[in-house]
């Protein structure tokens, strides 16, 4: 996320810890360098300069070059900056009808209807809601087909009526469902073009003006640049949107459109896309983001993301185990799973404080665990929990089934016999604190 970015920025100050002395001259270079990083980043001119303006003033009005660590002051200054630039404060979405009906928008192929499921699935396992997904899309049946799936996929009820041509009656028919049936959040998906036009405004215009939502949410695929600014103004002319959702932030590594869609449009981000998965959303905390493009990582996300996963009386039976030696390798693919509902390595590595950099020529798989997972379902039961018995011909079996090398199966044996000792050392005496710490 935002590689590119990162690496300018980091460059940038770069130039005050090669001086001794830091002066107003290399103050400006670096400013000049931060300005360049941005517009590189696909930020509009006047944001950029503003941004390095705004800077300057307040490292003059600090005094910047007296202070101890005037490269440290800086980078700070740059850091509220970005995060004034993203919005300041996290947003929340209103759920305050009953029910609360939210409106999508956006072209097609942004990611809406994706995010629209992630919403719902959001909302009715972290928020307690029941929610309703709707398909407005009257021109593309496979749309309507597509939020169905998405709908089975988390176990939320998709409302279509595909014969039916008239956006504005699925609409209102839709409320009257989730009212009739208990539904406390609608979510609205509707037909995207692939360019502004017309005739998708007036529709959506006319939806909105009769379903008079709670919340109208703009979503766009923030890989577009400038362009999703662009959209975003079109649509904001139109629907006075309440926020911007940013989808397909996994694969943007430059930021432009983060930067710069609430300096222009004045509506702030509030949820981001990372990845096509259904888990893949989070909300948007502007100075979060702010410190992870600076590299400064993002333990508070990463915790949080940890946090939610956890589960106590899980995590208790699993000490159990550890101390009557009982942890095997389906203890351990639990425990892969876990990580894995977190968040996808590339995203989990970028909040780890210095990480992002000192990874990033390392090529990390998007489904790391996925040869693991083959070894250790291709062993029997019994050898997951006696590995001990895998002798090397049912090592042989098992690099066959799994697609895998013999070594690479030595070297998970290897590392899981570690994993173990050090867990069980972590249980004595001396690892009691460590354990508390992890929340066992
Ligand atoms: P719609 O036409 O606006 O409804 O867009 P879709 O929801 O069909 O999404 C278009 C494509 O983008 C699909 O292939 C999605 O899987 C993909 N997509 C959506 N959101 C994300 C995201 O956050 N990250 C990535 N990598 N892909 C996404």
Known sequence: MFDNLSEKLDKAFHILKGHGKITEVNVADTLKEVRRALLDADVNFKIAKDFTARVKDKAIGQDVLTTLQPGQLLVKLVK???????????????????????????????????????????????????????????YRPAAINQLHVVGDSIGVEVYSEPENKNPVEIAQNAIKHAKANGFNVVIVDTAGRLAVDQEMMDEIARVHDAIKPQETLFVVDSMTGQDAVNTAKAFNDILNFDGVILTKLDGDTRGGAALSIKSVVNKPIKFVGTGEKMEAIDVFYPDRMAERILGMGDVVSLVERAQEQFNEEEARK??????????????????????????????????????????????????????????????????RKKPALIDVKRKARIAKGSGTKVEQINQLMKQFDQMSKMMKMMQGPGGKNLMKMMGG
């Open 318 to 383: 699993l000490q159990k185990k550890i101390a009557k030696n009982e942890f095997g390798f389906d203890d351990f693919l639990t425990q892969i799973q876990q990580v894995k509902k977190m968040g996808n390595m590339k995203d989990l590595v970028g909040m780890i404080p210095g990480a992002s950099k000192a990874m990033k020529d390392v090529e990390i798989e998007d489904d790391a665990f996925k040869h693991i997972e083959a070894i250790i379902y291709s062993m029997t039961p019994l050898e």
């Open 80 to 138: 509220d900056e970005l995060t004034e630039l993203m919005g300041g404060d996290v947003a929340g979405v209103n759920l305050q009808g009953t029910p609360s009906v939210i409106l999508m928008s956006g072209l097609q192929g942004s990611g809406k209807t994706t995010f629209s499921g992630k919403l719902a699935n959001y909302l009715q396992t972290k928020k307690n809601k029941k929610p309703l997904l709707v398909a407005c899309d009257i």
